[in-house]
């Protein structure tokens, strides 16, 4: 009797793991791979970033291989998500970023890249040589220049920013674009809380002193 009732119980034991396993109650700890603790994982604004000198590309969010970032040294980044993870008792942000032929894609550092705006970052082309150095460019549109894909703006990488990296200017190429602009009327329109001119012959007098049209 007491041998058929452990053989039994030992069946109900085996039985009862496997229904807490098929229902997801019995589950293993927050995903933890070499010390690396995975805290959360979020979808992430779109942004362009390069890579700071001695950064370091890795193949996972749990940051077990790198790779060589040699043939990186200009390309841009564009961040889909961000993680925070949790290693050697510190938090630490990483945002999985795809570069702009969508071949490669890798987890990186917050604190190893920075915006394509900084100065470090050289991507100038040839052919500018010095002719904008200095220049004040301002670039009028709608959607597109604006930074506007339909759902969020990209911040500091929109056309006007790459605008300025490409020619050189050294300084901030000037953004009077507005969604849904026309060339023909004198709209104004809210950007957040902020009122601009939308249609292309109200800015351009709206900003004709700044230009020095």
Known sequence: ???FFNKHTKLF??????????????SHPTANKSGVQVAYTTQAKPHAFALRKGAKL?????????????Q???????RNQAAKLIYGGKAKVVYRVTNSDNKHTYWVLKS???????????????????????????????????????YHFYLNSSYPDWTAKYLGTNTKVENF??????????????????????DLSAAIKA?????SI
């Open 177 to 198: 674009a507005c969604p849904s602009g026309r060339i023909v009327g004198n709209r104004y329109a809210y950007l957040g809380t902020t009122l601009v001119p939308q």
């Open 13 to 26: 034991v085996a039985a009862f793991v496997v229904a807490l396993i098929s229902f997801g109650v019995y």
């Open 72 to 78: 990186f040294g200009n390309t841009p980044w564009y």
């Open 112 to 150: 190893q890249v920075k915006n394509i705006t900084a100065k470090s970052y050289h991507i100038k082309l040839a052919a500018a040589g010095t002719k904008f150095t200095g220049k004040r460019i301002g670039v009028f549109g709608d959607s597109i220049p604006a930074g506007w894909d339909g």
């Open 58 to 70: 890795y193949t996972d969010v749990h940051l077990s291989k790198t790779v060589s970032t040699k």
């Open 207 to 211: 900003h004709k002193q700044r230009l």
């Open 1 to 3: 009797m007491i041998k």
